[in-house]
């Protein structure tokens, strides 16, 4: 007869198989159900790119409504695993318009942001190599939000990448320097780096945050974290806009279906509409 805790650890393990499996199963390729009018059409991929925990769940819904919408067309998958392999899924038909790519982590509860960092250049270097992309959007909550930053403004310059053309950010903290103590490193870094932005000229990006009534922050990401964005795109040829929204928490920035419209118009509005 097995003892207690043979069958608790059983229990524990199984579960946390169940869960590792179900959070990786992102939705399968789509084309748009219709073709939206009054919106950019596009083929220049929307990469989506979960924060610290996130995984398929993060994006599924949004992507689902997208396609139903007629905004976009989900084509890949790209999941990098505990040790730094990229494995692609799906299809990506030289007719998708707005396509968008969703990006998973296997070892997505890290320390800090610096290996998703690593592993997004790596992944906008290889879609260059394989796909031709010269150009692409982003969309990325949280610390997926920082990792993207960095991989914009330290390695933004390399030729061997694509061009941001438009990023929304989802409750991104930038400078986690916490109050009265020495200035974050990581945003130290950022700032002595932030000349590279000059390669990504025309750029566009959407600092997007949540503030809790009565509170400056969304519950959990400070809106002084986010906004310290400012001074490291300052005098830089990169548009950038913030807009925050009043009563959504941290984990609703990517769930709620009233941000679903805001970052699709965001992302494929027409300029002359906006």
């Known amino acids: 007869m097995r003892k207690p805790w043979c069958w608790g650890a059983l229990i524990l393990g199984s579960g946390w198989a169940a869960y590792h499996w179900l959070s990786r199963r992102a939705i399968t390729p789509r084309d748009r159900r219709y ?21 398929a769940w993060t994006y599924n819904g949004m992507l689902r409504w997208f396609a139903r919408q007629g905004y976009a067309a989900k084509v890949l998958t790209i999941r990098v695993d505990y040790h730094d392999h990229l494995h692609v899924s799906g299809q990506w038909p030289e007719t998708a318009v707005n396509p ?48 993207l930053v960095h991989s914009l403004v330290r390695d933004g310059a390399d030729p061997t990448l694509p061009r941001l053309r438009r990023a929304v950010l989802l409750g991104t903290p930038v400078d986690e320097t916490p109050p009265n103590a020495p200035q974050d490193p990581a945003y130290r870094r950022l700032l002595a780096v932030r000349h590279n932005l000059r390669a990504n000229a025309g750029a566009e990006i959407h600092n997007v945050y949540g503030v809790l009534t009565g509170h400056a922050t969304d519950g959990e990401v400070p809106v002084r974290q ?5 001074a490291v795109v300052a005098d830089s040829p990169v548009t950038y806009q913030e807009h925050p929204v009043d009563g959504i928490g941290h984990g609703r920035l990517h769930s709620a279906p009233r941000m679903w419209r805001l970052i699709a118009r965001l992302l494929w509005a027409n300029k002359k509409d906006d």
Not at 36 to 48: D, E, K, M, N, S
Not at 126 to 144: C, F, I, K, P
């Open 35 to 55: 073709r939206r009018a009054g919106i950019v059409q596009t083929t220049t991929p929307t990469l989506f790119v979960p924060g610290w925990g996130g995984n």
């Open 100 to 147: 968008t790519i969703q990006v998973l982590f296997d070892h997505n509860f890290t320390g800090d942001y610096r290996r998703q960092t690593r592993w997004l250049t790596q992944i906008l270097r290889w879609l260059h190599q394989r796909y031709g992309v010269t150009a692409y959007n982003a969309v990325a909550h949280s610390w997926g939000g920082s990792a």
């Open 226 to 230: 986010v906004t310290a964005l400012r």
